[in-house]
């Protein structure tokens, strides 16, 4: 079951993780993403606003000093990334963005930050508006990560097993010292997928533990009362097309 659960999140994330022969789905989550990202990037200029990409499959490939999978190439008068084989989604990402006009050196991924000290130092980057785009997974750049201050959207591109999980990756945009008063808060999901799974997954975690934390009921059935478990419900309808 944990082989198969597995499967099913990365072929709701990008078919290519399964097949990287497959097509880049134009309407997948990725390609989604980079859309919304690009345009608010285009929108929040003159503020540096900042965004954070949640993903908890697929995160970047070391590959050595001497690959660069963000080097540019002129095809037809368009500079595009050159061509080279699907590897993981956060490359993929990154190299899409860079096409359509982010700076590389305006997104980074917070796995580049290898010690507390450059943890400390993109942070202070994201903070000052100087990296506008960062990615992550709920394990790396949750707990801990304060670079609040200009955070304007938070992207969710996958959802991850517990709800304590999702509120983590929320709280990190959703907190006192960010300057902006509205925060955007997109979650992706691809219908017919295990998408579906996941959110009834940690909707029934959601509401069982909510109960217990209220203490509003003596008795020992369940009864779904929490407004969160009813955003997971939601969620969980759009990708099961219902």
Known sequence: ?????????????????????????????VNTCVKNVYEIWEKTKDKKSTQLVFCDLSTPKSLGADDNPYEMELVNGIWKCKEREFTDVYTDMKRKLIEQGIPENEIAFIHEATSEEKKEELFDKV??????????????????????????????????????????????????????????????????????????????????????MTSKTPIRSMEDIDERALDYAEIKALATRK
């Open 127 to 212: 903070r000052s508006g100087e990296i506008r785009v960062l990615m992550g997974s709920t394990f790396k750049m949750g707990a801990g990560t304060n670079v609040q201050d200009r955070i304007i959207a938070l992207h969710n591109l996958d959802c991850p097993w517990t709800s304590a999980n999702l509120i983590q990756r929320i709280g990190r945009a959703v907190r006192q010292g960010n300057m902006n008063e509205l925060v955007h808060i997109y979650n992706y999901v691809t219908q017919g997928t295990f998408d579906a799974y996941m959110y009834q997954l940690i909707e029934q975690k959601q509401t069982f533990t909510s109960q217990i």
């Open 1 to 29: 079951m944990l082989a198969i659960t597995n499967e099913g999140r990365k072929l709701a994330l990008d078919q290519r993780l399964i097949n990287s022969q497959l097509p880049d789905d134009e309407n997948s989550k």
